[in-house]
Nanobody, 125 residues
Framework: QVQLVESGGGLVQAGGSLRLSCAAS????????MGWFRQAPGKEREFVAA????????AYADSVKGRFTISRDNAKNTVYLQMNSLNHADTAVYYC???WGYGGIRRERSTYDYWGQGTQVTVSS
């Protein structure tokens, strides 16, 4: 069992930055691929970024590529999402997710086993 707790969301002006954190419980964090998803009002939850169990591979949605960076610190059981050059379209609840296994990165929601409760990011124009 893994519990995930996101933090770092908030209100930011367009063009600003935020850093989201996701702290995981348990001793096997390094056995999980991690991902960030987001859900805007009235929309489906969508893939944002993913990172492999050892941080060696990352992937991003086209809409955030070049602006967002995912990273992880297995010693701290934490995954991060650095978000720069934010715009109104980035407004959403952001969720982190954990998927068991040493395989590569995962873009599909169904491949993740555990989810956090979400943190709100609001970008004002």
């Amino acid at each position: 069992q893994v519990q995930l707790v996101e933090s770092g969301g908030g209100l930011v002006q367009a063009g600003g930055s935020l850093r989201l954190s996701c702290a995981a419980s348990g001793r096997t964090f390094s056995s999980y691929a991690m991902g960030w998803f987001r859900q805007a009002p009235g929309k489906e939850r969508e893939f944002v970024a993913a990172i492999s169990w050892n941080g060696g591979t990352t992937a991003y949605a086209d809409s955030v590529k070049g602006r967002f960076t995912i990273s992880r610190d297995n010693a701290k059981n934490t995954v991060y999402l650095q978000m720069n050059s934010l715009n109104h379209a980035d407004t959403a609840v952001y969720y982190c997710a954990a998927g068991w296994g040493y395989g590569g990165i995962r873009r599909e929601r169904s491949t993740y086993d555990y989810w956090g409760q979400g943190t709100q990011v609001t970008v004002s124009s």
